[in-house]
């Protein structure tokens, strides 16, 4: 609130309206957290039938075509493009004979497939696989789940009906308490391609445990959130997996408690 004050006082009317609006759509992190558990106390939750509950209606939108793009919930008139995932995408389709199975962990309804539906319908054999919570899964079979897209409970659930060659990991692996154990996981498959996206990562030599809170715009929640250090992270795919890519994310990276950050993905082929 101050902040926007301070605007107002300083800046024309139509820039300070602009700039304004732009704090209210930007995800604010705070805190330097000991363990998960600290974070979560000082993070006020979220109503997840109402998070869902939007989700659904917005990404009901885009398949219908009343709506060109959805993401968070929010929606867009027009597609955010994540090309360089995109081409770990097509890398992969390419070696497969045109083919591409995608194991999308934590896709929520579907946003990562729908944005990439229309760019990859060359693909002679297209199949999408979201592992998602409970509420999630089970929302997306009675309303989305339907020819390339399916929804699934667990990774091992996911294994038993598809042969993926591509797990992607989109804006997930930070909101979880033991991200490391489901990289752990994902990398004993042998999966040949893994493409981490919309990640928060620093140069510092250990993860900053902080607390995200999202825009009231959007929907009011704060929660733990994690932000990797890039260099404990790639320990975990050593011996199994090479880096083919690195990229920076259009989201905004951020400064928390003297630490920077910065949204990050990569591209990492089996060994």
């Not at 705070?30 to 209606?57: H, M, N, P, R, T």
């Not at 592992?131 to 399916?150: K, M, S, Y």
């Amino acid at each position: 609130m101050q902040t926007r004050k301070i605007i107002k006082r300083w800046l024309p009317p139509a820039f300070a309206e602009f700039v304004g609006t732009f704090l209210k759509r930007t995800n604010c992190y705070a805190g330097d957290f000991s363990d998960w558990a600290a974070a979560s106390e000082q993070a006020s939750g979220y109503d997840a039938a109402l998070i869902l509950e939007k989700v659904k209606q917005a990404v009901l939108q885009v398949k219908s075509g009343s709506a060109v793009y959805e993401r968070d919930s929010v929606l867009f008139d027009h597609v955010e493009h994540s090309y360089p995932a995109l081409a770990g995408m097509l890398r992969a389709t390419v070696e497969c004979g045109n083919r591409l199975s995608v194991l999308d962990f934590g896709g929520s309804l579907g946003s990562s497939y729908f944005q990439c539906r229309e760019f990859l319908s060359v693909v002679d054999d297209l199949q999408w696989g979201i592992v998602e919570q409970e509420n999630f899964v089970a929302c997306g079979r009675q309303n989305l789940e339907a020819g390339q897209l399916r929804f699934f409970y667990t990774i091992k659930e996911c294994l038993q009906h598809m042969t993926p060659n591509v797990v992607l990991l989109s804006s997930v692996l930070q909101y979880i308490e033991s991200p490391l154990a489901v990289l752990e996981e994902l990398v004993a498959q042998g999966i040949p391609y893994i493409i981490v996206d919309r990640t928060p990562f620093s140069d510092a030599p250990a993860d900053r445990i902080t607390v995200q809170h999202v825009p009231p715009s959007i929907y009011p929640a704060s929660y733990p959130c994690r932000i990797f250090s890039m260099q404990r992270f790639l320990e975990v795919f050593q011996g199994h997996y090479h880096e083919v890519s690195r990229f920076d994310c259009n989201d905004a990276g951020a400064t928390v408690n003297g630490l920077e950050f910065s949204f990050r993905g990569m591209i990492l082929g089996k060994d």
